[in-house]
Structure formats: structure tokens, C-alpha cells
């Protein structure tokens, strides 16, 4: 998909997985997770560990300027509840950061997940206690828990499937994959 000069792609070779790791930990501050490196870091590598799919967002000189990653069930249900969507990981690079960007991002990843073989039903992600991010995640997630870790406070959003494309619909999109 390409918008506003960004292309959005599924890590598909070894080159794409580096660049998706590349880039994530050379913005390891930006994602802000409150874990030690070594939890954050299976966090980054499980999508990639458990077959499932990674992005990337590059830029108009096809440089890498965001990534994000999921994984299909949860760790309390040893991951059969595949209809349940984890984010794992998502992130812009500081100076791409804008309303527009998140919502190809959001556009892209509902299409991609409604035309794949797995039906998805609910989506849920963890980011960091943070007044700014509750009111962007707050558009599209319910706020479920607010946990206090060892490295900090951390926020647990779900949201339906139906309620994402429900709101990504509501701006112009472009179809992107074949039905």
C-alpha cells in the first residue's frame, strides 16, 4: 500500500526480519515498554519466532520508518485462542509520527488480517501508562487493566475486530488485498 509516500510491507525474506529488528532496536527508547531488555526483546522476536506476520512502514527512499508485529492467541490458553489478535510491537520513528500515518497503519493491518484464513475476533495490546496514549489508544480500544510491573505501569486495550474496521471504514481506504 502506498500513501502519502509510505509503503507498508510484510517481512517476507531474511532482509526484511533484519530491518524489522534493526529498526525496532534502534528505537528500543520510543516503544517504552517497562520490562528489562531481554523481555522486551522476546516481545520484538515472538512474531518472527511463531510464524506469524511483521511489517514494516518505509518512507519514499524505501527506508524502514516504522515496524509492527502480532501474534495470534494468548500465553493464559497456550496460544489456541487464535482468534484473539496480540500486538506485540508497534512503532514510528519519531519525526513520521502523525494522526495520518497510524490510520494507513490500522487500514492496512485490518485489511491484511480479514483476507487471511483465520477468522479474528478481538484484538488486545499493552503500552505504556501515559495520559497521551490513552487518549489516541481510547479511539479504538477499551482500556481493560492497568498493571503495575517491576519497571512500571502498564495499560491492557482490547477492542473487537468488527469495532477496528468499523473505525478504519469511516476514512477514505483504498482496497489492498484481493477478496
Same mark, same amino acid.
Given at each position: 500500500?502506498?500513501?502519502?509516500? &509510505?509503503?507498508?510491507?510484510? @517481512?517476507?525474506?531474511?532482509?526484511?526480519?533484519?530491518?524489522? %529488528?534493526?529498526?525496532? %532496536?534502534?528505537? &528500543?527508547?520510543?516503544?517504552?515498554? =517497562?520490562? =528489562? !531488555?531481554?523481555?522486551?526483546?522476546?516481545?520484538?522476536?515472538? =512474531?518472527?519466532?511463531?510464524?506469524?506476520?511483521?511489517?514494516?512502514? @518505509?518512507?519514499?527512499?524505501?527506508?524502514?520508518?516504522?515496524?509492527?508485529?502480532? /501474534?495470534?492467541?494468548?500465553?493464559?490458553?497456550?496460544?489456541?485462542?487464535?482468534?484473539?489478535?496480540?500486538?506485540?510491537?508497534? @512503532? /514510528?520513528?519519531?519525526?513520521?509520527? @502523525?494522526?495520518?500515518? !497510524?490510520?494507513?497503519?490500522?487500514?492496512?493491518?485490518?485489511?491484511? $488480517?480479514?483476507?487471511?484464513?483465520?477468522?479474528?475476533?478481538?484484538?488486545?495490546?499493552?503500552? =505504556?501508562?501515559?495520559?497521551?496514549? #490513552? #487518549? $489516541?489508544?481510547?479511539?479504538?480500544?477499551?482500556?481493560?487493566?492497568?498493571?503495575?510491573?517491576?519497571?512500571?505501569? %502498564?495499560?491492557?486495550? #482490547?477492542?473487537?475486530?468488527?469495532?477496528?474496521?468499523?473505525?478504519?471504514?469511516?476514512?477514505?481506504?483504498?482496497?489492498?488485498?484481493?477478496?
Amino acid at each position: 500500500m502506498e500513501q502519502m509516500n &509510505y509503503s507498508f510491507s510484510v @517481512c517476507s525474506s531474511e532482509l526484511d526480519y533484519d530491518a524489522y %529488528l534493526a529498526f525496532l %532496536l534502534e528505537n &528500543y527508547a520510543h516503544i517504552r515498554l =517497562p520490562y =528489562p !531488555f531481554p523481555v522486551t526483546l522476546s516481545f520484538l522476536a515472538s =512474531p518472527l519466532l511463531m510464524g506469524e506476520a511483521a511489517f514494516l512502514i @518505509c518512507n519514499e527512499d524505501n527506508q524502514v520508518i516504522g515496524a509492527f508485529s502480532y /501474534i495470534r492467541g494468548t500465553g493464559e490458553h497456550q496460544y489456541e485462542d487464535r482468534h484473539i489478535v496480540q500486538i506485540q510491537v508497534a @512503532c /514510528i520513528a519519531e519525526e513520521h509520527r @502523525c494522526t495520518r500515518l !497510524f490510520l494507513y497503519a490500522l487500514q492496512y493491518f485490518t485489511q491484511y $488480517l480479514a483476507h487471511g484464513e483465520e477468522q479474528v475476533q478481538e484484538f488486545r495490546f499493552f503500552a =505504556p501508562s501515559d495520559d497521551s496514549l #490513552r #487518549r $489516541l489508544f481510547s479511539k479504538i480500544s477499551s482500556l481493560t487493566a492497568s498493571l503495575e510491573t517491576d519497571s512500571g505501569p %502498564l495499560d491492557e486495550y #482490547r477492542a473487537s475486530f468488527s469495532e477496528w474496521q468499523s473505525y478504519a471504514s469511516q476514512f477514505r481506504q483504498t482496497a489492498l488485498f484481493n477478496s
